[in-house]
């Protein structure tokens, strides 16, 4: 049920008044600062659709919700997993939403990454999400409103906010190191984890490549412990030393996405306010096609 959400009250209130106007089609753009809860959102919304069991809410218990939980149920799309969705993704929402629906019910797309589509993947899709058929709802996620203002208005916003570390249970500390990510704290509080790990920063390449390879909370604890570790010593390290951090990185992993994570989490550790917009705006750059290894150097001799 919407109430096994964490916070956003108002969220949930406003989500179940939708339901309870029986839309026949929708585009909803849910937006929220990395770390939200979009997607539990979007999949709470997407079950309240369909539930057969409750109306206006959803039970969690029958088929139909548990299929959605775990992404297996026919009418039900998630696009945009690595960097936002592409055009020939586009095109394929477009045949999908154009046949028949599977279970019956409604068809649901839910759009990760909104923020980072390139411009005629986007231009394509606002065709689709502009007059949804009958029985088609679009769920759009974003970290930002950056994004074409055409999309913005053809959706209903919904702003989904972090939850502090009360509504999550965490100390203030817990919640800073893991800046409020919500999956992060929910498996921390779940498994036997210690977050005040000595680390020396230049073990952060084997940290990255363990994760990478088990995708376990434990070894990306031990990642944020090396940044700590670095932005601790900052104002002592050189050039050189700055520049061998930023080669361990780029050695050990040349995932994009991931290394904007990366650097995101590192300029909210570094807390420095006059050179926060420069380290965005390289982190940024990243997502396009710049040299990888050169935006990292630029990047760590900024900081
Ligand atoms: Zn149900």
Redesign the pocket.
């Known amino acids: 049920m919407f109430d096994s959400l964490v916070g956003n009250d108002e969220v949930k209130t406003f989500l179940k008044n939708e339901l309870r106007q029986e839309k026949s089609s929708g585009t909803y753009l849910f937006y929220g600062k990395r770390g939200s809860s979009l997607m539990e959102f979007a999949l709470a919304f997407a ?1 309240a659709l369909n ?4 109306e206006g809410d ?5 088929p ?2 548990k299929k959605i939980s775990s992404l297996n149920y026919a009418d039900l799309e998630v696009m945009g997993e690595d960097g936002g969705v592409k055009i020939d993704q586009v095109r394929d929402l477009i045949y999908k939403a154009s046949s028949s629906s599977y279970e019956g019910r409604k068809k649901v797309f839910i759009l990760k990454d909104v923020n980072r589509m390139r411009k005629e993947a986007a231009n394509a899709l606002l065709k689709e999400v502009e007059e949804p058929q009958k029985n088609t709802f679009f769920i759009l996620l974003s970290n930002s409103l950056n994004i074409i203002p055409t999309i913005i208005s053809r959706s209903i916003v919904v702003e989904i906010k972090k939850p502090t570390n009360e509504e999550l249970g965490v100390s203030r500390e817990e919640y800073d190191f893991f800046i409020g990510n919500i999956e992060d704290i929910r498996k921390y509080k779940n498994g036997e984890y210690t977050i005040s790990r000595e680390l020396n920063y230049m073990e952060i390449g084997g940290s990255i490549s363990k994760f990478l390879e088990t995708g376990d909370l434990g070894a990306k604890i031990d990642i944020f412990c090396c940044i700590e570790d670095f932005v601790k010593n900052i104002k002592l390290l050189n050039d050189l030393q700055k520049l061998r951090f930023a080669k361990s990185v780029s050695k050990s992993v040349k995932n994009r996405v991931f290394i904007e994570e990366l650097l995101y989490y590192i300029i909210l550790k570094v807390r420095d306010i006059k050179k926060t917009e420069k380290l965005l705006d390289i982190k940024s750059s990243i997502g396009f096609n710049v040299n990888l290894d050169l935006a990292l150097n630029v990047f760590f001799l900024t900081i």
């Open positions: 079950k539930c057969p069991v409750l959803f039970c969690d218990q029958c139909v919700c």
